[in-house]
Structure formats: structure tokens, C-alpha cells
């Protein structure tokens, strides 16, 4: 079963990401940019659910820590999806994740369907040994 790793402060928002994964994936929810480098040092996940604003980071910051983390792993491919309700730096984020999803305007298809088809195409990648 693929990993999948959320990091979201917001207790509804958690609640509701693991509600509509569990079923497919294992899920970790962690609540600080400090957890989620733990989190990924210990146990690489599949793919990454990353709110922009959190206790100890915010903003276009909390997706370079992350993807900090990420480089750390190479060659493993980690996709992120940025999940979240702000989206001012809209243009950075496309650049920097695969995918860039606003809360209440997504709806639970579209990011089942955008972890889906990352989730497969990472597979691609890994196993033809193409680092993204």
C-alpha cells in the first residue's frame, strides 16, 4: 500500500484528508515542518500533501523546506501536491510541486484523481531509474 504523507495543521482539514485516503493508502498526518523532516528522514512516503500555512513555516518558505527534504532522498521521487487555501504565490508554486490544489474549490475526484495519476507516473519514473 503507498505511503502518503500530509502535512496539515488544521484539524478538520487532517481529518478530512485521512478520511478519504485511509481506505487506499496509509496515511501520516504531521502538523510542523519539523515532524514532516522527521517524518520523511525516517520514512520516505510515495507522495506529500503539503499546507502552505503551518505553526513553524508559511508560504512559498514551507514548500522549499520541503522539497529540502525531498532532495535529501534522491534518487527517490516524492511528487508534492501543495493542498491549501492560499494560493497568492500561485505562479511559484506551479513551478516548484506537481500539483497545486485550493481547498473548498477541489473537489474530492480531482485530488483522488491528481494522487492517482502521480502516484502511477512516479511509479514510471522510478522503476525506468529517470529522476525528475
Known sequence: MKQILSIEDGVLDAAFLENILKDKYLVEIVTTIEEA???????????????????????IETVISVKGFIEDLKP??????????????????????????????????????????????????KTTNTII
Not at 523532516?37 to 513555516?57: A, Q, W, Y
Not at 505562479?91 to 492517482?116: A, R, W
Open 37 to 59: 523532516r522527521c517524518s520523511i528522514e525516517l520514512n520516505p512516503p510515495d507522495l506529500i500533501i503539503l499546507d502552505l500555512l503551518l505553526p513553524d513555516s508559511e508560504g
Open 76 to 125: 527517490k521521487v516524492i511528487p508534492l501536491i501543495v493542498y491549501t487555501a492560499t494560493l497568492s504565490d500561485r505562479y511559484c508554486l506551479d513551478y516548484m510541486c506537481y500539483s497545486v490544489l485550493e481547498k473548498g474549490k477541489t473537489t474530492v475526484k480531482e485530488l483522488l484523481d491528481v494522487i492517482s495519476i502521480l502516484l502511477t507516473h512516479c511509479q514510471i519514473f
